[in-house]
């Protein structure tokens, strides 16, 4: 009976030596998204597809080369957005489907519990597009986000814009009235605009915060109206950006400038619910450059038409950055020579990035102790005729289009 | 200031008029039917839809798709009653309070469903037009909305108050058993109660069109108001509805201007709690045995 086991024992062993001294022909990484069961699921939809896309491009390639062209195995899981499926579903990738790093999970409210029980199995993580600003502060060692700003890179980029174009065109803004919605993402804007308004020496004059989705905002207006700032910086969703953005038309309200944060004066019903007149010069954050100012070369038209041929859509920022996680991984991938998640992690934080897959990005990327890419920021587009025109930073900004600051009173617009 | 203070005590009281407007189905529909209707912000919904889509597929201004909603929403109004609460009129209240919360889920969810979570706005010839003196000018879609209010409040009084139908609305709202004795067809009357409710969220979907987005869950924002509005004019009340309707948009607007739009809902709140302590029926309120 001993005998029989040693002999089993060993027979085990040597199979386990000799596979592996075999070349590795397949690598699995984890996914976790939203895919049903929640308004998230078409986004989710929408990222599976640009992630399933940059795996293509490089099995295509010849996958990994450094590991004999092995290539990329997905194994995708639907998180159903809930935070608890998440954990064990990143518990189910790592223990049963042995996964060697992970990509996922777009909502921060996944993401964020998710990666700390990857940190715990010592397993890599490239966040996606989920923006909570603590999944790379907690200074995890196996959390990597390599194409998404913190939640509140929005607001470093109005005050880095309204330093440069206060400097550039020698009428610098020195009040502004800030109004923002009052949940986690509005409250975290708000406190980096208090923090580094200082720097610019811009004093915030109006600090207001509304609740979401608010019938009534004309009240707010009002008080707008009544401090007369030299800019606003709104953070909103759709219904109450449309809000407001017709409230500062009507009520004639006059700054150098309104900055939104994004979010809703994004959104594809922002300019055709309020018109060219009331939406002309708006300046506003945007997580991706657009197709003028990123896909330039080539190899990011490949991408952009792939991509469009794959789901019958423009690529966005949350497509592009789902995109930009995959292919970071692969990179990563080539020069770690290895699918051991340590060398996978040593890898990461040592990437460096630039050439076609940053200048898609817009932006360097490689990582800062915490696992940020501290190159990637949010752009700063001006709204005209309707087309969001890129002005800053100046490495993307649009060559044709010149920003209008201060922007024209009403009486002034046609 | 006086003058801030008209403009944000006018601009309180347009959007109190469209409260009222989406309170009065719900108070016709709980004062004659006993049902608490949780689905209807489900319905201004759904009439939101169905002006935007009027208006997107055949260019329909949302002032005159209330002709066509309107009409619609009393066969749905109708439909949903046959279909869902008439058959358990007679069971415990809590089953009725689930079918109506089943119906928020179920409305809700078809709606994400057909047409997704985003937001949906319009632009009619209406949406930026301004009138009133200069320094005063209110917009031209809430003042239409408000009218609409008082003029469908006033209608409504005079139906209820005079015709043979109104008499025996008002008689099975005050005691079904005895309406059911005189010889009142009491299901009949609940349908048609339920139909002239939810044909007022119609219109009031129709009016809010042109100066809200439409999205899944635009009916959560608006229902929570109009209950409260409901409970403080008295349940069942119209009048009540409409001068509950005024008072919350005023007390939101003021609070929103001299304290803090974060602090609007908990001061009508507040508002809302003594009431319910010194006057629990509320304040024409005459439903209060049950």
């Known amino acids: 009976m001993k005998k029989t086991l040693v002999v089993l024992l060993a027979i085990f062993f040597v199979a386990i030596s000799l596979n592996e001294g075999y070349a590795v022909t397949e690598i699995k990484i984890g996914h976790l998204l939203p895919l049903s069961g929640s308004a998230a699921a078409p986004i989710g939809q929408e990222m599976l597809a640009a992630t399933q896309l940059a795996i293509k491009h490089v099995n295509d390639n010849g996958g990994i080369k450094s590991l004999g062209g092995a290539k990329i195995k997905l194994v995708t899981v639907d998180t159903q957005g809930d935070p608890q499926i998440g954990m064990t579903q990143t518990e189910r990738l790592i223990n049963v489907e042995k996964v060697s790093a992970i990509i996922g999970a777009y909502q921060s409210a996944v993401t964020f519990p998710s990666t700390a029980v990857a940190e715990k199995y010592r397993i890599p993580w490239v966040v996606d597009l989920a923006a909570k600003a603590e999944i790379t502060e907690r200074g995890f060692k196996y959390v990597f986000r390599p194409a998404q700003c913190p939640s509140s890179g929005n607001a470093d980029s109005t005050i880095e814009f309204l330093k440069w174009i206060g400097g550039k065109t020698g009428k610098p803004a020195k009040t502004m009235a800030m109004i923002y919605e009052n949940t986690d993402w509005g409250q975290d804007l708000a406190k980096t605009l208090r923090r580094r308004a200082p720097e610019i020496k811009v004093k915030i004059i109006l600090d207001e915060p509304y609740p979401p989705n608010s019938g009534n905002l004309m009240p707010l207006a009002v008080k707008i109206k009544g401090v007369n700032a030299d800019v606003i910086s709104i953070t909103g969703y759709t219904v109450d950006d449309i809000s407001i953005c017709q409230l500062i038309e009507r009520m004639r309200i006059e700054p150098m400038a309104v900055i939104w944060s994004g979010a809703g004066s994004l959104d594809q019903t922002f300019i055709p619910s309020i018109g060219y007149r009331g939406t002309n010069y708006q300046y506003t954050a945007d997580g991706w450059g657009g197709y003028d100012a990123c896909v330039k070369t080539p190899w990011a038209k490949k991408v952009w038409d792939d991509f469009k041929q794959m789901t019958g859509k423009n690529m966005s920022e949350l497509s592009v950055d789902a995109y930009v996680a995959a292919r970071v991984l692969a990179a990563a991938l080539e020069k770690a020579k290895s699918t051991d998640p340590e060398a996978i992690r040593d890898a990461l934080s040592q990437i460096k990035i630039k050439g076609d897959l940053a200048d898609f990005l817009g932006f360097p990327i490689e990582f800062d102790e915490k696992g940020q890419n501290p190159y990637k920021k949010y752009v700063t587009k001006q709204i005209y005729e309707g087309k969001y025109q890129l002005v800053w930073p100046p490495h993307l900004a649009s060559h044709d289009y010149k920003p209008i600051w201060p922007v024209p009173k009403w009486d002034e617009r046609k | ?290």
Not at chain 2, 107 to 127: C, E, V
């Open chain 2, 1 to 290: 200031m006086s003058e801030i203070l008209i403009k944000v005590v006018i601009n309180g009281l347009l959007m109190g008029g469209i409260y009222a407007l989406i309170s009065l189905g719900l108070t016709l529909i709980f004062g004659v039917v006993r049902i608490v209707n949780f689905a209807h912000g489900e319905f201004l919904m759904l009439s939101m839809y169905a002006s935007y889509w009027l208006f997107q597929l055949w260019g329909i201004d949302p002032y005159v798709s209330v002709l066509i909603i309107a009409p619609l929403f009393f066969v749905f109004g109708m439909i949903v009653q046959r279909g869902i609460f008439q058959p358990i009129l007679n069971a415990p209240e809590v089953s009725k309070i689930f079918a109506a919360i089943g119906l928020v889920m179920v409305l809700q969810n078809l709606a994400l469903l057909f047409w997704k979570g985003d937001y949906r706005a319009i632009k009619t010839i209406s949406s930026g037009l301004l009138i009133g003196p200069e320094g005063f000018m209110i917009g031209l879609p809430r003042f239409i909305a408000f009218l609409a209010a008082v003029s469908i409040m006033l209608g409504l009084y005079f139906f209820i108050k005079n015709t043979y139908t109104g008499k025996a609305i008002r008689a099975t709202g005050q005691d079904q058993g005895a309406a059911l004795l005189m010889g009142i067809n009491t299901k009949r009357i609940f349908l048609i109660a339920f139909g002239i409710g939810s044909s007022c969220v119609g219109i009031a979907g129709c009016l809010l069109m042109p100066i809200y987005s439409v999205f899944p869950t635009v009916g959560a924002y608006f229902v929570l108001v109009a209950f409260v509005i409901v409970v403080l004019g008295g349940l069942g009340s119209m009048l009540g509805a409409f001068i509950g309707g005024l008072i919350i948009g005023l007390v939101e607007a003021l609070s929103g201007y001299f304290i803090s739009s974060t602090y609007k809902e908990a001061i009508y709140f507040i508002i809302f709690w003594f009431l319910l302590i010194y006057k629990p029926t509320g304040l024409f309120g005459s439903v209060s045995q049950e």
